[in-house]
């Protein structure tokens, strides 16, 4: 049997101008993560977010391995905030199902890889906060530009990854160069997770979980499933965590 690796999803609301449907709210995730997943050996399922902990539950007792794509900010009521003007488009129903769905997916301990928003989301579960804006909050601090116009396979900027972290044994690097598509970033650390890379500017672009329970934690801050092409290292994030979720779904085989 193969992992099964949820995939998290946004609501969009859209319409079809061919099939002059009117306008309806729709599940949504890039077909990449889904790819990534898939290429990896795992099997990928989308996860429409769903009101109430007894889904979230449910789901969470069926997955081997979470997948935390990118989209949307976060709800700084999450960490504690009010919302300042910078801060962006929220969906409530996304946030609400991601944080419960953590809840239940840290306790069992299933493989968690966060991209982008995910690894934002991740930090947030386990305690930590984000800035909501880097331009506005982030102060003394020359930024790069962490957002691109080019397409989304080219890198923006450079990272550098700890020598001797998780994350660097599994692309075999600790000089990359990443794509960047965001405007908020990992501020206070959640206990337990680890800065692992950063770009020139101090954001933080990776993190990853330590502790004794050798949990799989582990998020970027670029779009590695649109990098997949690029080169190995990029594919090597996603074989690590369905590997990974493998594991996992033997343990609990043999439970
Ligand atoms: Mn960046």
Known sequence: MAPLIGVTATLKEDGDAVAERPLGRYVRTDFDYVDGVAEAGGVP????????????????????????????????????????????VTVPERDAFEMEL????????????????????????????????????????????????????????EVEVNAGSQIAGIMGSSEL????????????????????????DGVAEAVEYRDLSERWILGVQWHAEAMRTSGPEHRNLFSAHVEAAEHHALRRAAA
């Open 45 to 88: 399922v989308i996860l429409p977010p769903l009101a109430g902990s007894l889904a979230a539950e449910t789901i969470a007792g069926t997955l081997d391995g979470l997948l935390l794509s990118g989209g949307s900010d976060l709800h700084p009521s999450y960490y504690g905030q009010e919302p300042i003007p910078e801060l962006n």
């Open 102 to 157: 953590l809840k239940h997916v840290l306790l069992r301990g299933i493989p968690i890889f966060g991209i982008c928003r995910g690894m934002q989301v991740l930090n947030v579960a386990l305690g930590g906060t984000l800035y909501q804006d880097l331009s506005s909050q982030m102060e003394g601090v020359v930024l790069l530009g962490h957002r691109q116009e080019t397409p989304k396979w080219q890198p923006k900027h």
């Open 177 to 200: 160069k990443v794509n960047s598509y965001h405007h908020q970033a990992v501020r206070d650390l959640a206990p337990g997770l680890v800065t692992v890379a950063h770009s020139p």
